[in-house]
């Protein structure tokens, strides 16, 4: 039940802030990961609504996440809905 109220609680907080840009931490975070990354094909397991994800494909990276979370697939298909994001069991 703890668990169902934390993911309810962080897919909550990630509608809310919407734009990634507004989560300042993750927005520079994701920018400082997205510029170490060499070759063309990413796999982001655990990618939530998909930020890191959107970052790569504006620099030209084809990119697959992998989140286990049905509330954050959800709300990556909302926000990021030209990136494909698996359920873990489906990896």
Known sequence: MALIRAEEHLVSHYEKLGDLKK???NYNLFNLVAGKVRGSKVVDIG???G???SILKGRGKEG???EPSEG????ASRIN???K???DQNF
């Open 72 to 75: 954050m697939r959800t709300l």
């Open 51 to 53: 930020g890191l994800l």
């Open 23 to 25: 989560d300042f931490r």
């Open 64 to 66: 697959t996440g992998v």
């Open 47 to 49: 990618c939530g609504q």
């Open 85 to 87: 994001i698996l359920a």
């Open 81 to 83: 809905p030209d990136i």
